[in-house]
């Protein structure tokens, strides 16, 4: 899920920028920042970067009256997990001024849309019922180990609380890679 809500609001990002900014290319790519190696996870410039930085549970649990063990039988309630994610610009050097004005299209884009559902967001995996964005507000102290932790040198960035997800075992499903048509010409014994 977490996954398909990442990937679905990169789309939505990249396809609000295009008609927005009259550009061609894709300016919003989900990935980390940095491999395991240390070596820069991404290799194009001028690039907006969505990194997933931290998941928590969320504590807040919607009820009505009725306990959670007598609504959903001898199964745990479903986990609802709050989802904390970086935007970064990743901008040459001679180009910041560029890095500072995409963060703030970062920030209208989410002051003009808060709320992803079925109704507003076609492309949003059915179990998702709905994802809110809200601003993180962020100390000196937090950025600093953020960036630690994430072994990167500091980039313009504004980090975001996505909530919330929700989780059961249905969200598991069995993952086939696709294959490419020159792969499948290359093993003729796959068709």
């Not at 998941?55 to 807040?60: G, L, V």
């Not at 649990?61 to 990743?90: E, W």
Request: proline letters at 5%; hydrophobic letters at 40%.
């Amino acid at each position: 899920m977490i996954y398909e809500a990442l990937s679905c609001l990169t789309e939505e990002m990249n396809e609000y920028f295009r008609n927005k900014l009259k550009i061609n290319e894709e300016k919003i790519v989900l990935s980390g920042l940095v491999n395991q190696d240390g070596s820069i996870a991404i290799q194009e410039e001028n690039k907006i970067i969505i990194t997933l930085v931290n998941i928590e549970k969320e504590t807040a649990q919607k009820g009505n009256g009725k306990s959670l063990s007598t609504t959903f039988g001898n199964q745990a309630p479903p986990l609802r997990l709050n989802i904390y994610v970086l935007f970064s610009a990743y901008f040459s050097s001679g180009n910041y001024p560029e890095a500072l004005r995409f963060l703030s299209f970062i920030i209208a884009y989410f002051q003009h849309k808060t709320v992803f559902n079925q109704s507003n967001t076609p492309g949003l995996d059915p179990k998702i019922e709905k994802l809110t964005f809200e601003i993180t507000d962020v100390n000196p102290d937090m950025l600093s180990n953020i960036w630690s932790t994430l072994g990167a040198k500091y980039m313009p960035s504004v980090l975001y609380k996505m909530r919330m997800l929700s989780f059961d075992e249905s969200v598991i499903r069995e993952f086939r890679p696709a294959i490419s048509k020159m792969e499948n010409d290359n093993y003729p014994n796959l068709n």
